[in-house]
């Protein structure tokens, strides 16, 4: 973790490493697991709505024939994102903690890079789904004053490591002290 | 019922009778909001709705009014050191305590029925994550503006005022210091506004998703229009074969009419809502007072600014004026909530508008435009659906789907003028986005309210080496276009680092 240095006091910006040299930690990979899980239960919630859609006759004549290639896509969908998609999510998910920022990047193809200043940071939730709980893992979301769309959420991360991440948050969130705007 | 003082601490205090004409107002909004439950008994049949006419509507008549009477006998508050105290509820009691210190925002709002009595409505405004809205209707003026200035004095010195403290109240104007600045809109200005927003047709325009949501209420209404004087108006013009020239300028007359209506109610409306607008500023605190009927005060500290949109659509770019509104709470805030945390400035001139910008403390922008490639995947993207859109609907008419090819050369240039009207601007202590296509939007975000910040490089502004740049504040988001990915990076980098050593308050 980086300390930052601050010259001239509270008007000047320091000098912030580039994030890209930073050391960027990976999550667990178990995580894959978590994200498969994911994908087959949308796909299976998707193939049921498909069913019932057709078992009500909603489809013109040729109707099976629609179900069927739509399930078709589905099943290639489904086979893609298992086998190509999970594994990439988990390799190019990311995060940094540093002494006043906490950065999350994911995506390959679909590059973004989140950011939240520490004192910006209002709570902190450790949260375990089922499959989560079954493998070990947590996700830490870190709550601002943006309404949940500037919300930042840390994925597939050790138990351990989630809750080491909040105590270290925690302690450096109690450093931090407001003056009045 | 004796108006009780402030000092009298510690005790609780009921409201005016008067006040149950707010309860029975506040629950008739949330009977109409419950609306789609009587489409199944409208559409069960002739007897049901007889049934509903003759004994479900006055049985449910009776039924508010005593529960409204019960509410109001149930609703009690109380002042004491630096908190207030509120039990409200009949059968599900509800007790609030709200310290002084989470009061975001005091107001005062006199509807015309409390003014007739001297009554006023004392809304309180709460901070943290469930930003709740607390309303004490029915007390009078006097008290309210006394514990909206013990709130106000508690804020700044951390202890109760006693009732002659000195802080501003929106009651008792006499006797004050001359504001730093003030600003009073004319009735004529307050008009403009009701051409510059048209209101009332955006209320029409909502109104419609909710009538053809209900086949049955649509049939209602046809067959109530069939029997309309208009549209028999309409038959009789048929019958005597009148020229298509002569009904389309009937048409052309009848919609001209119906515009000019629809201005009129829109400047009426206006007018009720923002008549007699004065707005004052002393120190860090901007206040109005406006309207005509119910008399709304509401009131802004400079702090607790998160964000100032400035737009001037087509109508005020005709008439050259701007409205002005900074936003102050977190988005998602819905209803009473969500208005409340605007402080709107309807109407301002170039020049007024310039005085108020510096004493907003906004910079003088220098605008930066958006990479020419946006112009390419917007007209690409749009113009895709657009076509396809066309196509699609075409052949539905019979006619050849390629006609709707031209329509990429329309959204080419719908594409191109919002381009050109798109602008960033950022220094130290703002960030600024510009964007219109007749008229214009600028909506400045003050860097230190930042919450979280997002660079995001979909796959083809990641194939040009450009990004798009996320600003949260608790206001909303602000994004920044098709930056070049270095510039962005940096600008993120710096935006950053002077939030995290930021001390000021982001709230």
């Given at each position: 973790?980086?300390?930052?240095?601050?010259?001239?006091g509270?008007?000047?910006?320091p000098?912030?490493?580039?994030?890209?040299d930073?050391?960027?930690?990976?999550?667990?990979?178990?995580?894959?697991?978590?994200?498969?899980?994911?994908?087959?239960?949308?796909?299976?919630?998707?193939a049921a709505?498909?069913?019932?859609?057709?078992?009500?006759?909603?489809?013109?004549?040729?109707?099976n024939?629609?179900?069927?290639?739509?399930?078709?896509?589905?099943?290639c969908?489904?086979?893609?994102?298992?086998?190509?998609?999970?594994p990439r999510r988990?390799?190019?998910?990311?995060?940094?903690?540093?002494?006043?920022?906490?950065?999350?990047r994911?995506?390959?193809?679909?590059?973004?890079?989140?950011?939240?200043?520490?004192?910006r940071?209002?709570?902190?939730?450790?949260?375990?789904?089922?499959?989560?709980r079954?493998l070990?893992?947590?996700?830490?979301?870190?709550?601002?004053?943006g309404?949940?769309?500037?919300?930042?959420?840390?994925?597939?991360?050790?138990?351990?490591?989630?809750?080491?991440?909040?105590?270290?948050l925690?302690?450096q969130?109690?450093?931090?002290n407001e003056e009045?705007g | 019922?004796?108006?009780?003082?402030?000092?009298?601490?510690?005790?609780w205090?009921?409201?005016?009778?008067?006040?149950?004409f707010?309860?029975?107002?506040?629950?008739?909004?949330?009977?109409?909001?419950?609306w789609?439950?009587?489409?199944?008994l409208?559409?069960?049949g002739?007897?049901?709705?007889?049934?509903?006419?003759?004994?479900?509507?006055?049985?449910?008549?009776v039924?508010?009014l005593?529960?409204?009477?019960?509410?109001?006998?149930?609703?009690?508050?109380r002042i004491?050191?630096?908190?207030?105290?509120?039990?409200?509820?009949?059968?599900?009691?509800?007790?609030?305590?709200?310290?002084?210190?989470?009061?975001?925002?005091?107001?005062?709002?006199?509807p015309?029925?409390?003014?007739?009595?001297?009554?006023?409505?004392?809304?309180?405004?709460?901070?943290?994550?469930?930003?709740?809205e607390?309303?004490i209707?029915?007390?009078?003026?006097?008290e309210?503006?006394?514990?909206?200035?013990?709130?106000?004095?508690?804020?700044?010195?951390?202890?109760?005022?006693?009732?002659?403290?000195?802080?501003?109240?929106?009651?008792?104007p006499?006797?004050?210091?001359?504001?730093?600045?003030e600003?009073?809109?004319?009735?004529?200005?307050?008009?403009?506004?009701g051409?510059?927003?048209?209101?009332?047709l955006?209320?029409?325009?909502?109104?419609?998703?909710?009538?053809?949501?209900?086949?049955?209420?649509?049939?209602?209404?046809?067959?109530?229009?069939?029997?309309?004087?208009?549209?028999?108006?309409?038959?009789i013009?048929?019958?005597?074969?009148?020229?298509?020239?002569?009904?389309?300028?009937?048409?052309?007359l009848?919609?001209?009419?119906?515009?000019?209506?629809?201005?009129?109610?829109?400047?009426?409306?206006?007018?009720?809502?923002?008549?007699h607008?004065?707005?004052?500023?002393?120190?860090?605190?901007?206040?109005?007072?406006?309207g005509?009927?119910t008399?709304?005060?509401?009131?802004?500290?400079?702090?607790?600014?998160?964000?100032?949109v400035?737009t001037?659509?087509?109508?005020?770019?005709l008439?050259?004026?701007?409205?002005?509104?900074?936003?102050?709470?977190?988005?998602?805030?819905?209803g009473?909530?969500?208005?409340?945390?605007?402080?709107?400035?309807?109407?301002?001139?170039?020049?007024?508008?310039?005085?108020?910008?510096?004493?907003?403390?906004?910079?003088?922008?220098?605008?930066?435009?958006?990479?020419?490639?946006?112009?390419?995947?917007?007209?690409?993207?749009?113009?895709t659906a657009?076509?396809?859109?066309?196509?699609?609907?075409?052949?539905?008419?019979?006619?050849?789907?390629?006609?709707?090819?031209?329509?990429?050369?329309?959204?080419?240039?719908?594409v191109?003028?919002?381009?050109?009207?798109?602008?960033?601007?950022?220094?130290?202590?703002?960030?600024?986005?510009k964007?219109?296509f007749?008229?214009?939007?600028?909506a400045?975000v003050?860097?230190?309210?930042?919450?979280?910040?997002?660079?995001?490089?979909?796959?083809?502004?990641?194939?040009?080496?450009?990004?798009?740049?996320?600003?949260?504040t608790?206001?909303?988001?602000?994004?920044?276009?098709?930056?070049?990915?270095s510039?962005?990076?940096?600008?993120?980098?710096?935006t950053?680092?002077?939030?995290?050593i930021?001390?000021?308050?982001w709230?």
């Amino acid at each position: 973790m980086n300390d930052v240095n601050v010259p001239g006091g509270v008007q000047a910006v320091p000098a912030v490493p580039e994030m890209n040299d930073e050391p960027w930690q990976a999550v667990s990979p178990r995580y894959v697991h978590v994200l498969r899980m994911a994908v087959l239960g949308n796909a299976l919630f998707l193939a049921a709505i498909l069913l019932a859609v057709f078992w009500v006759r909603a489809f013109p004549e040729g109707g099976n024939l629609i179900l069927a290639g739509c399930l078709a896509l589905l099943a290639c969908g489904t086979v893609a994102m298992l086998v190509f998609w999970a594994p990439r999510r988990v390799r190019f998910t990311r995060f940094l903690l540093r002494a006043l920022d906490m950065n999350l990047r994911t995506g390959l193809w679909w590059r973004k890079t989140v950011s939240v200043a520490i004192n910006r940071i209002q709570h902190m939730t450790i949260t375990q789904g089922p499959v989560e709980r079954l493998l070990g893992l947590s996700c830490l979301t870190l709550y601002t004053a943006g309404g949940a769309s500037a919300d930042l959420t840390l994925p597939g991360l050790e138990s351990e490591t989630a809750q080491h991440l909040k105590a270290q948050l925690l302690l450096q969130i109690s450093n931090e002290n407001e003056e009045p705007g | 019922m004796r108006t009780k003082s402030l000092d009298d601490e510690g005790q609780w205090h009921r409201v005016s009778v008067i006040a149950t004409f707010y309860f029975l107002l506040r629950s008739l909004r949330q009977l109409i909001r419950a609306w789609p439950a009587l489409v199944p008994l409208i559409a069960g049949g002739e007897r049901v709705r007889e049934l509903l006419w003759y004994f479900g509507l006055p049985a449910l008549l009776v039924l508010l009014l005593v529960s409204v009477f019960l509410y109001f006998w149930y609703f009690r508050y109380r002042i004491e050191r630096g908190r207030i105290h509120i039990q409200s509820g009949v059968i599900s009691r509800h007790n609030l305590n709200l310290d002084f210190e989470r009061v975001q925002q005091a107001d005062i709002l006199q509807p015309f029925y409390f003014r007739l009595f001297g009554l006023a409505t004392l809304s309180l405004e709460s901070a943290g994550s469930a930003q709740q809205e607390v309303s004490i209707p029915g007390i009078s003026c006097e008290e309210a503006g006394r514990i909206q200035s013990a709130i106000q004095a508690y804020r700044k010195t951390g202890q109760m005022a006693q009732k002659t403290g000195s802080a501003h109240s929106d009651t008792c104007p006499d006797g004050e210091a001359l504001p730093d600045y003030e600003l009073r809109l004319s009735w004529t200005d307050v008009c403009r506004y009701g051409l510059m927003h048209w209101g009332l047709l955006v209320a029409l325009a909502a109104l419609f998703p909710v009538l053809q949501s209900s086949d049955v209420l649509l049939e209602l209404a046809i067959s109530r229009l069939e029997e309309t004087v208009l549209v028999q108006w309409a038959a009789i013009l048929r019958e005597q074969q009148m020229t298509q020239t002569a009904i389309l300028v009937a048409g052309f007359l009848i919609l001209l009419l119906a515009v000019l209506v629809l201005a009129l109610f829109s400047m009426l409306a206006a007018l009720l809502r923002f008549g007699h607008y004065h707005l004052t500023q002393r120190g860090d605190q901007y206040r109005y007072r406006a309207g005509i009927g119910t008399v709304r005060t509401r009131s802004l500290r400079m702090h607790k600014l998160q964000q100032i949109v400035v737009t001037q659509g087509a109508v005020a770019r005709l008439l050259r004026r701007y409205s002005v509104s900074i936003s102050k709470v977190q988005a998602g805030a819905e209803g009473a909530a969500a208005g409340s945390s605007r402080f709107l400035i309807p109407v301002l001139t170039a020049i007024s508008l310039e005085q108020l910008s510096g004493r907003l403390e906004l910079p003088r922008p220098r605008w930066s435009g958006v990479d020419i490639r946006y112009i390419a995947w917007h007209t690409i993207t749009a113009g895709t659906a657009v076509v396809l859109a066309l196509a699609l609907f075409l052949q539905a008419m019979g006619q050849p789907g390629w006609w709707s090819l031209p329509g990429y050369a329309v959204v080419f240039l719908c594409v191109w003028r919002y381009w050109s009207c798109l602008g960033i601007f950022q220094d130290q202590s703002w960030l600024a986005v510009k964007s219109g296509f007749i008229g214009s939007t600028t909506a400045w975000v003050p860097v230190h309210k930042m919450q979280k910040i997002m660079l995001s490089q979909p796959p083809w502004l990641k194939a040009w080496g450009l990004a798009n740049l996320h600003v949260w504040t608790a206001a909303g988001r602000l994004t920044l276009p098709f930056l070049a990915y270095s510039g962005a990076a940096a600008l993120r980098d710096r935006t950053l680092a002077q939030v995290a050593i930021s001390r000021r308050r982001w709230y």
